[in-house]
Each structure stands twice: as C-alpha cells, then as structure tokens.
C-alpha cells in the first residue's frame, strides 16, 4: 500500500524556520511529481508547491504566497520530499499534507501541523 | 490565478438521496476537473480525476461531468459512509482548490 508520511511541524515564532519531510514507500518514488499542500479551517485547501520528477529535472513550482520563502526538495534515494520554510508568517499556520501527483492528487500523507505565533 | 467555486456550502440529505455538487471555474480548465472526499481528522482522498475518470476503488454510485467551467459531482444513492466533505480542484493552470461542500445528515 502506498504511503506517505510527512514530520517535522511544530511551533515556530514569526520570522523562523522549518523543514519538513515526507518520507514514501511502497512505490516507484522517483517517477512521480510530488507535492505539498496545506489546510486551514478559514482558507481551506491550498496548493503550496511541487518538485517534478527526473524525467522532467527536477523542476519545482510554487505558490505566489510561498515563493521565495519556501523551498521543495528531494531526495530519491531516501524516497523523501522536503519543505523548507523560511521567514514564517502567522498566516502560514495550517496543516502541511505532501501528495504524489502531477494533476490529480492521488496519494496523500496524514499531515503535519505548523503553527507560527510568538 | 483561476478560482473554483463550490455550492452549497452545506447539503443535508438522506440515506438513498441523489447528491448533486456543483463547482465553477473562474476560467475554462477543460476536464482538468478532480474530485475529492475527506473526512474529519483524515486527509483528502481522490474519487475523480480528468472531471469523470473514477479511480480505482471508488465506488460506481460516484459520477462526475462537466467541461470548461461548469462540473458537477453526483453521489446517485447516497449511503451512510459518504457524510463527508467533498472539494473540487483544478489543474489546469497549478492547482486550486474549491471551498468545500459538507454533506450532512438530514
């Protein structure tokens, strides 16, 4: 069964850091677009980023709420996806899922909570 | 950046109703129209990609249509598992999500 487990959350003061991972198995990982997205109650879904695959260099996207913050990696030989998050902001509190996909999203974590507040 | 609306917000039906829920897009995106359900406390999980491709697994009562800016998911004969909530997402341009819609108990 594929799964997708994301760690790393945690509270953080505005201004701060933090990297998280999402580490997959039980699929051919380096095939596949992976992505992150978080939820908040009051904005819902949002699509924060992604890292393509090999095939398409590695290319990655991001929100224009998150670009030049936040940064996608990845690592294919740890089957892993990385988010590093720089110069938090309160509105950046949410629920972090990472997903596998290139359209539609078929594959998701249980998520990681970040909260910013001082 | 393209906008999808959900409506209602809030559906209250039945066991056995026909389920309709509709999503608008703020330009066309074709059929690249997904569906997903989520339950409290779990992540998203897609039922429909390409706006009427079922994935694997999901039951057939699940049924998607649509092209452009008008999609529809509809839950033929609503059965107790499917109290949920149900979002939209284009990807046609990135991804964007729509505001969700809660189908409640009547």
């Known amino acids: 069964e594929v799964q997708l487990v994301e760690s790393g959350g945690g509270l953080v003061q505005p201004g701060g850091s933090l990297r998280l991972s999402c580490a997959a198995s039980?699929?051919?990982?380096?095939?596949?677009?992976m992505n992150w997205v978080r939820q908040t109650p009051g904005r819902g879904l949002e699509w924060v980023g992604r890292t393509k695959n090999k095939a398409n260099s590695y290319t990655t996207e991001y929100a224009a709420s998150v670009k030049g913050r936040f940064i996608i990696s990845r690592d294919d030989s740890k089957n892993s996806v990385y988010l590093q998050m720089n110069s938090l902001l309160t509105e950046d509190t949410a629920l972090y899922y990472c997903?596998?996909?290139?359209?539609?999203?078929?594959?998701w974590g249980q998520g990681t909570l970040v909260t910013v507040s001082s | 950046d393209i906008q999808m609306t959900q409506s209602p917000s809030t559906l209250s039906a039945s066991v056995g109703d026909r389920v309709t829920i509709t999503c608008r897009a703020s330009q066309s995106i074709g059929i690249w129209l997904a569906w997903y359900q989520q339950k409290p406390g779990k992540a998203p999980k897609l039922l429909i990609y390409?706006?009427?491709s079922l994935e694997s697994g999901v039951p057939s009562r699940f049924s998607g249509s649509g092209s452009g800016t008008e999609f529809t998911l509809t839950i033929s004969s609503l059965q107790p598992d499917d109290f949920a909530t149900y979002y939209c997402?284009?990807?046609?341009?990135?991804?964007?999500f729509g505001g969700g819609t809660k189908v409640e108990i009547k």
């Open positions: 997903a596998r996909g290139s359209g539609s999203l078929n594959a």
């Open positions: 039980e699929f051919i990982f380096s095939d596949h677009y």
């Open positions: 390409k706006t009427s």
């Open positions: 997402q284009q990807y046609n341009n990135y991804f964007t």
